[in-house]
């Protein structure tokens, strides 16, 4: 018998998108019967995560009949004391997804702005949607933030701003002084959250330094995570730091148990091997550098990236679609650009020396 479904969702709803991730290893292996797979797809850590998370892991599910601590009291005590803030001022969260999620639920009502790149992460915009609030989109220069113009939309109706920095797809960070001066002429009631994500990633000295200047301006909040230097993706941890205040906000409307005991525990592990982190962005650098100078020789120019990833510009009216498909054949997952803004694009994530070798040599069997 089919029954149908007639009860409405929100209106807020209606017109949302689905989010749609990187293709996973396992369906691509089961769709082409390709047993050598490089997944390029989702800015994760090709070298996994540190020896010292793995084994807290291992110890933690012992616990694992137990709900964890609901606000991470170890984790935000090992983050206050890296970063020289108390800890009062940090919240963890399922992801730094889920931050985002918070702050939009504790901050943005019906009919509200919330001020944004065009092409960004596309959970800001999503999650502003869900509260009834308007995303107000600026389009990117050069694919960086055009923090000139994202200045002259503030009205009235402004209650946050969204930076990503280095941004995601693009990988560009904006200047130092730009982003600073920017900070310091936002209206302090209006909420300025800096999405720092890659930023252990960032090899320019110029870039801007956050922390420090939260003791300034209370309507700053800086995003980061544990999914991709640290590689605890699966695991779904990362933090804001912010003013006090806030995060008692957030704390009212998250979930009791929002982290589970194994990222808590893998994430503590993480801080306390440095090494593992530096040696990874070192690794990301070198590839990086590498995959730019390969992809020169075919005539191909990326964004330029701070991140563990690049954005290819094809040029010449080649779809990135197409070249997605053309590689997922050749056993190489990336992400299209069709699905990120720039149709003429592709996203590569930086892997290890292997798989970007195997990515160059799947474009240069592709384009002769």
């Not at 599910?61 to 970063?83: C, Q, R």
């Not at 730009?178 to 300025?192: A, T």
């Not at 040599?361 to 002769?368: S, V």
Request: aromatic share 6%; net charge negative.
């Amino acid at each position: 018998m089919h029954i149908t479904h007639n009860i409405p969702t929100r209106k807020e709803i209606e017109h949302l998108g689905v989010y749609v991730p990187g293709k996973p290893i396992e369906e691509v292996k089961r769709e082409l019967g390709l047993e050598r797979i490089a997944k390029l797809a989702s800015n994760e850590n090709p070298y996994g995560c540190s020896d010292l998370a793995t084994q807290a892991m291992i110890r933690e599910v012992g616990k694992a009949s137990l709900y964890p601590e609901g606000t991470a009291p170890d984790l935000v005590e090992k983050l206050g004391a890296k970063l020289g803030v108390s800890k009062e001022s940090i919240i963890v969260g399922n992801g730094s997804d889920e931050i985002i999620r918070l702050l939009t639920r504790s901050y943005i009502s019906a009919g509200d702005e919330a001020i944004m790149a065009d092409v960004t992460f596309p959970r800001y915009e999503t999650n502003v949607q869900i509260e009834g609030g308007v995303p107000i989109t600026v389009p990117l220069t050069n694919g960086v933030h055009d923090l000139a113009s994202m200045l002259s939309r503030i009205t009235s109706a402004t209650k946050m701003i969204f930076i990503c920095n280095p941004n995601n797809p693009t990988g560009t960070i904006v200047a130092a002084q730009e982003l600073l001066s920017f900070i310091e002429q936002v209206p302090s009631h209006i909420l300025v959250v800096i999405d720092e994500a890659y930023y252990e990633y960032v090899t320019d000295k110029t870039y801007l330094h956050t922390i420090p200047l939260l003791a300034k301006h209370s309507n700053l909040i800086i995003l980061r995570t544990f999914s991709k230097i640290y590689g605890l993706a699966a695991l779904r941890i990362g933090y804001g730091v912010m003013h006090p205040t806030i995060v008692q906000a957030l704390i009212k409307v998250k979930e009791p148990f929002n982290t589970n005991r194994l990222a808590q525990a893998a994430a503590v592990a993480s801080l306390e091997d440095e090494s593992f982190a530096v040696q990874c962005a070192q690794r990301n650098e070198a590839g990086r550098t590498f995959l730019q100078a390969e992809l020169a020789k075919l005539g191909l120019a990326c964004y330029p990236s701070q991140a563990n990833f690049l954005m290819v510009k094809l040029g010449e009216g080649r779809q990135g679609h197409d070249l997605f498909q053309a590689l997922l054949a050749h056993g190489v997952i990336v992400r299209s650009g069709n699905l990120l803004g720039y149709a003429d694009t592709i996203r590569v994530s930086i892997g290890t020396e292997q798989e970007n070798e195997q990515f160059i040599h799947a474009l240069q069997d592709i384009w002769g």
